[in-house]
């Protein structure tokens, strides 16, 4: 019988893979040296009978996972690269900005947010038209006539017109 289970995602692997590896070799583990019983119903398994233990500390796994994700991007990493944006286990440049203008930061460098141009595509707006009259997009955001404009590399490291403009958008985006 199929199994009516959603496939794990990578971040959910890795979280098993190092809880496994924690059960085997940390005696303080509660399950050290535990081996699973005989299951009763089918649908029902532990995550020791689906998983290995890793073979690098779950950091270095993390990292080499990123690092996979991040080359399957092709032009769009190459893109965030420009911009100084590469995978790292630290928070992005901004993070001491209050949590409305560190999101704003975000999404403004990865070109995703909740734009009008993107809330009409999701059919929550039937309008796409940002204040200024043209659509309003992401890339738009950033040089909008009637707000702080800002570039790309003013948000890799996050210059005083990139927290104007990312100020002016947090309520919006």
Not at 130 to 150: F, K, R, S, V
Request: aromatic letters at 4%; hydrophobic letters at 30%.
């Amino acid at each position: 019988m199929p199994s009516l289970a959603s496939p794990l995602t990578s971040a959910e692997q890795l979280s098993r893979k190092a809880e496994r590896t924690k059960q085997a070799i940390d005696n303080r583990h509660l399950l050290h040296e535990h081996s699973a019983v005989r299951k009763r119903l089918g649908s029902r398994s532990s995550f020791l009978d689906t998983s290995e233990a890793l073979e690098t500390t779950p950091t270095d796994a993390r990292t080499t996972e990123w690092q996979k994700q991040w080359n399957s991007l092709g032009s769009q990493a190459a893109q965030w690269k420009e911009r100084g944006i590469t995978p790292d286990e630290c928070l992005a440049t901004g993070h001491d900005q209050p949590w409305a203008v560190w999101k704003t930061l975000n999404r403004l460098r990865v070109g995703e947010g909740r734009c009008k141009a993107s809330m009409k595509k999701w059919n929550i707006t039937t309008s796409d038209a940002c204040a200024c009259g043209e659509p309003q997009t992401m890339e738009h955001l950033m040089n909008c006539t009637q707000a702080p404009q800002c570039t790309g590399d003013d948000l890799a490291e996050p210059t005083a017109a990139a927290l104007a403009c990312a100020n002016h958008w947090k309520d919006e985006i």
